[in-house]
């Protein structure tokens, strides 16, 4: 067990003030990557509240949340699927669209990465507007398993973004208001 706290963790995350574009802070886990013991600490703080609960697989979002989604799926014992942004993934997929501000974007996961019986935890670092991990909420529902919860390491909370996310479980180490 790591004894990071989740201050120190808090701490660790350095906003980046207008990045990708102008009006974003975007927050920036690279330093918190970078520290063995917080990193270890927060992908354990991650992973507790979905232990014990059967997960067999882990379904991270391209792309900070392979970094987060990998070792939470060796912690709790489960498999890891990636979900993609069109076009990278290589064998037979599936696809499911959703809404941006202006326009629409994609997310797709292979045909076979998951089958019913699994039990899934849908990892991503951030929960903004919640329209990504909807849509991968929506990608994993349609394969008719079970999607046990979402697991964030931060919310931005003012977005609200898990208004969107149904009935399934909600975790964010780290909420800003
Ligand atoms: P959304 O669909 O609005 O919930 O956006 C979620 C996706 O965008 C996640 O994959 C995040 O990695 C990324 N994202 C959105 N807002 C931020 C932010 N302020 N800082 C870092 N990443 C963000």
Known sequence: MSHASLDAIRLAIRDVPDFPKPGVVFKDITPLLIDAKLFAGAVERMAAPYRGKGITRVVAIESRGFLLGAPIAVALGAG???????????????????????????VEMHRDALAPGDRVLLVDDVLATGGTAAAAG??????????????????????GGRERLGEARIEALLQYS
């Open 138 to 159: 929506r990608l994993v529902g349609a394969r008719g398993v079970a999607l046990v919860g979402y697991s964030f390491l931060i919310e931005l909370a003012f977005l």
């Open 80 to 106: 890891l699927v990636p979900i993609r942004k069109p076009g990278k993934l290589p064998a037979a997929r599936e696809r499911v669209e959703y809404a941006l501000e202006y326009g629409t974007d994609a």
